[in-house]
């Protein structure tokens, strides 16, 4: 049974209360969308045309359909794919077979590549398509596959993930083997971080971004990074470590399959990870 959520601010704008508290509309819209106890409801009503517009990308993204609002409105043009970064894009369509996970699309000329998947759906599939398709399909781990295997069979791509998650992608053309990074090409690093799963990968994109699954993310409460103890399924301890191995490398975005993504100048990105690393031995 949906209803709106007790919690929502009064107006139009609400989500209801099959809400499965994934937190995407929150990472979206961060402020508007808040959680109010285990679930997201709207803080306020949005007001101005950006909040309008986080208001939308919420409802577009949003895996059970929880986020209701103009009803009789169209979206505007344009919330997705959203660019985080030139040339990287936030896809939205968010699958609940993923937890209501992000997925991204990186515009290379005749190398597009996709992180994660979202759900099948056409508005994604043309907005690849006008891209000129998809090389590649970058999966970090089990838990965000949804429908990636849709995805590369339309669009004929290689599909990677690591041996330790790989029965949750059995299509997968490239396997990564073992801790150590693995250079694919020119732009990008499949560094392992085993922890939240034992095949948990993140992958550097040219030194600038940082895909890490559900490794690492930005919390917009905490305004500072995160790791999710209560969501570790494979060794809080090895997922320190791996996380520690991320030390050695320069990047200025950290973009999260769940959480917040967030670009900071790589000399703080780098210690607020010390600093994140050091409370999660507290924990």
Request: net charge negative; charged share 25%; aromatic share 10%.
């Amino acid at each position: 049974m949906r209803h709106r959520h007790d919690r929502n601010a009064p107006g139009l704008w609400h989500v209801d209360t099959a809400c499965i508290d994934c937190g995407a509309a929150r990472n979206v819209a961060p402020g508007l969308i808040v959680r109010g106890g285990d679930q997201s409801v709207f803080a306020r009503q949005p007001e101005t045309a950006e909040e309008l517009a986080m208001a939308w990308r919420a409802r577009l993204l949003c895996p059970t359909a929880s986020v209701h609002g103009e009803v009789r409105n169209k979206p505007p043009a344009g919330l997705f794919p959203e660019e985080m970064t030139p040339g990287v894009d936030r896809l939205g369509y968010n699958a609940k077979a993923s937890y209501g996970a992000h997925s991204f699309l990186i515009r290379r000329e005749g190398a597009n590549a996709m992180v994660d998947a979202p759900r099948w759906t056409r508005p994604v599939v043309a907005a690849i398509e006008a891209q000129g398709g998809l090389r590649d399909i970058f999966l970090t781990h089990r838990d965000d596959v949804a429908d990636a295997e849709r995805y590369a069979r339309h669009f004929l791509t290689r599909v990677w993930i690591h041996a330790a998650d790989r029965n949750a992608a059995p299509f997968a053309t490239d396997i990564l083997e073992g801790e150590g990074a693995t250079r694919i090409d020119d732009g990008w690093l499949a560094i392992p971080v085993a922890g939240h799963t034992q095949g948990s990968v993140a992958y550097l994109y040219y030194g600038h971004c940082l895909f890490t699954g559900d490794s690492l993310a930005w919390s917009f409460e905490q305004q500072d990074l995160t790791a999710f103890r209560d969501a570790c399924w494979f060794s809080w301890a090895a997922q320190i470590r791996s996380l520690r191995w991320l030390l050695d490398y320069r990047f200025d975005w950290v973009l999260a399959g769940h959480g917040g993504s967030r670009h900071l100048p790589p000399e703080e990105m780098h210690r607020r990870l010390l600093r994140l690393l050091d409370r999660m031995e507290q924990q």
